[in-house]
Antibody, heavy 120, light 110 residues
Framework: QVQLQESGPGLVKPSETLSLTCAVSGYSISSGYYWGWIRQPPGKGPEWIGSIYHSGSTYDNPSLKSRVTISVDTSYNQFSLNLRSVTAADTAVYYC?????????????WGQGTLVTVSS | QSALTQPASVSGSPGQSITISCTGTSSDVGSYNYVSWYQQHPGKAPKLMIYDVSQRPSGVSNRFSGSKSGNTASLTISGLQAEDEADYYCSSYTTSTTWVFGGGTKLTVL
């Protein structure tokens, strides 16, 4: 059974960098597929942040104004998200998810999500 | 990229059918058959219910069905059950190689 688990600080100060990691079990990232990050502000709909292929190719949401870096570590079977220069508007539950196939494939397995609050 | 438009809420009685609409543009819903629907219960992660407009993942009840016409996609739930009460989100792949989600629809089973 494929499982994803997000980890990282639950509180980040304004202007700093939000860093999260998604550990994958039950499937080897190096076997293929895209792996994505999605966030959901409290009471709102999800927002796609970006996705990475197992080879390291990335796509991200232009609305985040190039603040996003997504990387993959096949040795540890995990991928990571860095979001720079955060503000209160970046407060959200952050999810990692799998896309079986190309970037156009849906998100079929999700992590449980982790709440990140941006506050001083 | 603007979010897809969904009604804020819908309701129905057990056994009835409901339909949730999802309106996008010619750059997303209207361009590809890559529309997905997710169910989310409070405090839980979204669950994929429909993909590629009308395909159901293994294990999803056949009471859930999807369709699309032009720039609008729809999710229909037939034979409503209490456990269907949740938030539902549509999403679409776009011509800009991005994903866009809807604002969500709260389904209440009366």
């Amino acid at each position: 059974q494929v499982q994803l688990q997000e980890s990282g600080p639950g509180l980040v100060k304004p202007s700093e960098t939000l860093s999260l990691t998604c550990a994958v079990s039950g499937y080897s990232i190096s076997s293929g597929y895209y792996w994505g990050w999605i966030r959901q502000p409290p009471g709102k709909g999800p927002e796609w942040i970006g996705s990475i292929y197992h080879s390291g190719s990335t796509y991200d949401n232009p609305s985040l104004k190039s603040r996003v870096t997504i990387s993959v570590d096949t040795s540890y079977n995990q991928f990571s998200l860095n979001l720079r220069s955060v503000t209160a508007a970046d407060t959200a539950v952050y999810y990692c998810a799998r896309q079986p196939g190309g970037l156009h494939r849906p998100f079929d397995y999700w992590g449980q999500g982790t709440l990140v609050t941006v506050s001083s | 990229q603007s979010a897809l438009t969904q009604p804020a809420s819908v309701s129905g009685s057990p056994g009835q059918s409901i339909t949730i609409s999802c309106t996008g543009t010619s750059s997303d819903v209207g361009s590809y058959n890559y529309v997905s629907w997710y169910q989310q219960h409070p405090g839980k992660a979204p669950k994929l219910m429909i993909y590629d407009v009308s395909q159901r993942p293994s294990g999803v009840s056949n009471r859930f069905s999807g369709s699309k016409s032009g720039n609008t996609a729809s999710l229909t739930i037939s034979g409503l059950q209490a456990e269907d009460e949740a938030d539902y989100y549509c999403s679409s792949y776009t011509t800009s190689t991005t994903w866009v989600f809807g604002g969500g629809t709260k389904l209440t089973v009366l």
